[in-house]
């Protein structure tokens, strides 16, 4: 039998669709997807047939995990700054500078007592998640410290709202759909854990009820139902 | 690999440059691993299944004691507890009131389709029906979209539209909470009350648990 002849050199294989297929790819990801949020615990969300996005602009949100432990936080980095400027003047805690910034750059929430604020800030975000016990606390009375945070959040994030409202639609101009005033409200939004026990979940609804906030949004994953 | 092949060394002096035949080939190994790279770090760091929410209006605490609450004609009331669910129609009763109506007894049902929304379905008759009447008239363009909005509220707020109360106990999940209030809205209840269990209604469900 004759022998295979093998070619010489190096085999040169053509590399141009599989990068074509790669960049196509990467296109996709980069134009289709969100990114991702650092959350600060893992929320096992129940479903429901609700259809509403969450509102990102105007959010002010209580995560309640399974084991009932409370994380707070808002969007907007300036709104987070100044929110904890009060929080500091009423409990009198004070907090460097770094630590602020810290604080203000934590958009997935944060779950630790005001005393222990300056520690919990000092720590690595991956050391941060790892701490069993951290919450806010929370309890039926008129007055407790997460009742502070969603009050002071409430107030920072209507002017925050307003400015938002009228730089977008200065932006807008003249032309396209006038912009909706309300959806530049503060929005309440509660993150339940499904294994959650509700008694927890229902304390931070008093707390909102406490505040005459009624409407409150429940994160819920989307699946389909036939009416 | 494709690369770009190169003329032998230096080549003559002064002898005219050629340009070279046939294509050339770059070697496009690194931008493959950049391309790769880019891919895998966007894989990893997006999010597609963006979480929705539920929109849920709960009554002002401080309520006008002096107006007095509107007649129910066709209520529901839900006790949920740890996975299970029981309801019971119109008001309470404890054994030996003094109205002489006989004590409420709880009923078991359960979350799935079969349960809750069954009967959710075979109370709320007034609002579908009035539902399925105005969907009509829109699709036959006799109402428009506004009016069709503002006569469906109306007529979820009316007295023969089915009104939920749903109390949990301490031992209810969220997820049942939840699958209850999805269940109404499913059902197109107008008017959903998450109130306080009492203490009778608790006494009776606790008996139900241990059965």
């Known amino acids: 039998m004759a022998k295979l002849k093998l070619p010489k050199g190096s085999p040169s294989i053509d590399m141009t669709p599989m990068v074509d297929l790669a960049f196509l790819l990467v296109t996709f990801f980069m134009l289709a997807a969100d990114f991702r949020t650092d959350e600060v615990v893992k929320v096992e969300i129940p479903s429901s047939i609700g259809k509403d996005d969450i509102p990102q602009k105007t959010l002010v949100m209580v995560t309640v995990d399974t084991k009932g432990r409370v994380f707070f936080t808002c969007s907007g980095e300036e709104v987070r700054k100044k929110v904890l400027t009060q929080m500091m003047a009423k409990y009198k805690v004070p907090l460097s500078e770094e630590n602020i910034t810290t604080f203000s750059r934590m958009e997935g929430g944060f779950g630790c007592s005001m005393s222990e604020l300056p520690k919990y800030l000092s720590l690595e975000s991956e050391e941060r998640k790892n701490l069993p016990n951290a919450t806010i606390p929370v309890d039926t009375s008129a007055t407790n410290e997460l009742a502070d945070w969603i009050n002071f959040a409430n107030r920072e994030m209507l002017d925050y709202g307003k400015k938002k409202f009228e730089e977008e639609s200065a932006k807008q101009g003249k032309g396209g759909v006038p912009l909706k005033a309300d959806d530049f409200k503060p929005k309440f939004v509660l993150k339940a854990d499904m294994e959650a026990e509700y008694v927890k979940v229902k304390t931070v609804i008093e707390v909102f009820r406490n505040l005459k906030l009624n409407n409150l949004n429940f994160v819920t994953s989307q699946e389909a139902h036939q009416l | ?211």
């Open chain 2, 1 to 211: 690999m494709a690369e770009i092949v190169e003329s032998g060394g230096g080549g003559e002096k002064g002898g005219k440059k050629r340009p070279k035949k046939g294509s050339a080939r770059i070697d496009m190994t690194p931008m493959v691993d950049l391309g790769f790279l880019l891919l895998t770090f966007f894989v990893l760091t997006s999010t597609f299944a963006k979480p929705k929410v539920m929109s849920l209006t709960y009554p002002a605490k401080e309520i006008d004691k002096t107006v007095k609450p509107p007649k129910v004609k066709n209520g529901i009331t839900f006790l949920v507890s740890d996975d299970r669910v029981f309801y019971y129609k119109g008001e309470f009763y404890p054994v030996g009131n003094a109205d002489g109506k006989p004590a409420t007894q709880l009923i078991e049902t359960d979350f799935g389709p079969e349960g809750i929304r069954k009967i959710l379905k075979e109370n709320n008759t007034f609002v579908l029906n009035k539902i399925t009447e105005l969907k009509g008239k829109l699709d036959k363009k006799q109402i428009s979209d506004s009016i069709y909005k503002k006569e469906l509220i109306a007529a979820k707020g009316e007295s023969e539209a089915l009104k939920v109360l749903v109390k949990t106990d301490m031992k209810a999940k969220t997820r049942n909470f939840i699958d209850v209030i999805d269940e109404l809205y499913i059902a197109q209840i107008g008017v959903i009350a998450p109130v306080d269990i009492t203490k009778s209604e608790q006494a009776l469900l606790d008996e139900k648990l241990k059965q």
